[in-house]
């Protein structure tokens, strides 16, 4: 719920794109990083109860990118192997053909992905459709988010109760892939995609968020953090871990003095800026929905 006095805009123009005052009034309410606490604990649990497979969806931003545009297309009817080869994700390279293909295969093969009419064998414009099991992976990734932001903008809380609609949530997804097609609000440049271009990277960062002292200047400033508590989040090894905080100590985003873990501020900001977006992203996207009906 909001705290003192701060409020958020009471309304939005549903039909508008993700404004830099959006998510200023996000990143600026009292309530954002207790919002993003409870966020990353929510994930962090949710994670730890999928199945392996279910997991695969959402282990890394590419792979949970292709899962979003597989959710937007099936909202407008025009999920096909060829309107998936042209989504976002493979157009600005975030993801090379060659593993959206393997993406595709592996979704069909384990019954996360079907063809509508059965096909054995479907071709590239046979229409598709993400099957239960994939929609509830989905359904998981919406919720946890729903519910943080109802933390900070409790106008989106009506959307809990629709969870169980799936015409609720196509519209909710399309709105999200209408936001993202108009606008570059999360570049693959920046340094946060230091975990979460990884196997079990946004994981790693969730539990980092989770080890920071409450009374810290920045969302993330040091911290004590366990290589196997990592590697156990993130469901990866530990040489796996190891290799992202080398990689964060050599391009200066991390430090450490032995016993702490220091994050780099350009990581933290960087940080804070993602999750304010994706908040103000769903924020006006389940405004939308909820508008429509």
């Known amino acids: 719920m ?7 805009a009471a309304s939005l123009e549903t039909d508008g794109e993700v404004s830099a005052a959006d998510i200023g009034e996000i990143r600026d309410h009292p309530g954002f990083r207790a919002a993003v606490e409870a966020y990353a604990a929510a994930n962090l649990a949710r994670y730890s109860g999928l199945s392996l497979v279910e997991r695969w969806l959402i282990s890394d931003m590419g792979r949970a990118s292709l899962s979003g545009s597989v959710a937007v297309l099936d909202s407008q009817g025009l999920l096909t192997a ?106 693959l440049d920046l340094p946060v995609r230091l ?24 969302l993330l400033g040091r911290c004590r953090a366990s290589r196997s508590a990592l590697a156990r989040a993130g469901f990866v090894s530990r040489a796996h871990v190891i290799q992202t905080l080398r990689d964060g100590l050599a391009a200066g985003l991390l430090e450490t003095d032995g016993r702490w873990l220091i994050i780099a501020p350009a990581l933290s900001d960087d940080a804070t800026r993602y999750y304010a977006t994706l908040f103000a992203v769903t924020r006006r996207a389940t405004l939308a929905a909820l508008s429509d009906t």
């Open 2 to 8: 909001p705290m003192g006095p701060f409020q958020l």
């Open 82 to 187: 060829a309107s998936f080869m042209n989504s976002p994700p493979i157009r600005s390279g975030e993801v090379s053909r060659g593993r959206a293909r393997l993406y595709l295969h592996r979704a069909m093969a384990n019954g996360l992905i079907a063809a509508v009419a059965g096909d054995a064998t479907p071709g590239r414009n046979t229409p598709l459709a993400p099957t239960p099991r994939f929609r509830a992976v989905m359904t998981g990734v919406l919720s946890v988010g729903l519910l943080a932001v109802s933390r900070i903008a409790p106008e989106v809380a009506p959307a809990l109760s629709r969870l169980e609609d799936v015409g609720f949530l196509r519209r909710a997804s399309f709105h999200v892939g209408r936001l993202l097609a108009a606008q570059n609000l999360f570049p």
């Open 195 to 218: 975990f979460q271009g990884r196997d079990g990277g946004t994981r790693m960062l969730e539990v980092l968020i989770q080890q920071q002292a409450p009374d810290r200047v920045r």
